[in-house]
């Protein structure tokens, strides 16, 4: 959208655009009056005093002792009207009160025009809401009704003071009907305006969200990858620079080669769903399919580790994200046992299939200590998938022994 398609906002009563790019108020007139706040004013306030300059003409019926007076209130009550309307924007209220009083105590020979309180009642429909206006017009109401008493109890006579009463009636009307729909208009387009900025705001918000969650499982998918597979690496070639058979060796060699071309394969399946093809689209993020329990277990065994694999119960087909969750427990499991627990004499992964859950339970013993520590950067994403998944994780460390027990739901594929 181009830049003369934007709003054309006002400086006090137009809300800004924030860069929503809305479109221009539609009127040639209307825009330059939203430029031009300060001049709309100055311009009521003028229209409002000239349409009162009748009032010259009728102070002349004053008695002759109120001739002089008279002819000064004649310019004094519509002057204040008129200036008060100038702050009309600010305090709507206010200036109504200041157009109604003269209407309610002036003899009918200085009866003020109706001009300066239709727009003073404008305001308040305009600046404050449909309901202040309509107190304000009830109150108005029965004030006049008493002043009216009043008057005839005076002496005036009953027509006048009903033709006066209906003819501001009439301009109160008026004032109203155009101030509660311009008013209503105007607050309307003011919430659509602020609704908008909000869910800009929350769109953004959904955006860095979104980026930081990615960021987060990127950073838990390269750690399981990177840790495992260097340390089986850096197990299978200490044990290939440890032994003096040849063949033993090489055979180290081989898989330390194949971990580590297996590692490759992964990060770039990873890292290939933040690429974007030639037509601009991401490919799909679906994480890289972890290895199988029996995988991670017989890459250990390889590279020295006392590590065996016991399952139980009757494996049912897993859905991808719970066959993809067990497989990084038992591979962040096996991990760790082997970076912090190189020398342990016994290591066991059980997997039990139960009817409703699937239980994994790792368990090592070259614990040092009896305390489990603060928790790394793989238990954390281990705790963090685990979750995901529904299931529930709880590392513990007691007497040399180190275990780490998870339960995960069982939610199977349909085969149907």
Known sequence: MSAEHRAVVGREDTPSDDGLLLPRPPGVIRRYWARHPRFADVLICVSAFILSVPRYVTATDAPGAWQPAALILAVAIPTSTAVALFWRRRYPIAVYAVAVVPCLLAPPWLMPSGAGLAFALYAVAVYRSSRATGIAFGTTLVLFAVAGLARIALGEAWSDVLNAALATLVVLIIGALIGINVGGRKRYVDALIDRSRQLRIERDQQSQ?????????????????????????????????????????????????????????EMRAMLGVLRTDDTGTAAPLAPAGAPSPREVVTTAQRAGYPVALRVTGIAPPLAPAADFALGRVVQEGVTNAMRHAPRATRATVAIHYGADAVEVTIINDGVRTSATGTAGFGLQGLTERVTHAGGHLDVRSADGVWTLAVTLPLTTEDTA
Not at 224 to 240: C, F, M, N, P, Q
Not at 242 to 264: C, G, K, N, W, Y
């Open 209 to 265: 969200l979104a980026a930081a969650a990615e960021r987060t499982r990127i950073a838990r998918e390269m750690h399981d990858i990177v840790s495992h597979s260097l340390t089986v690496v850096v197990a299978l070639s200490e044990g290939a620079a440890a032994t003096s058979d040849p063949e033993r060796a090489r055979s180290a060699a081989r898989t330390a080669a194949d971990t580590a071309r297996d590692a490759l394969i």
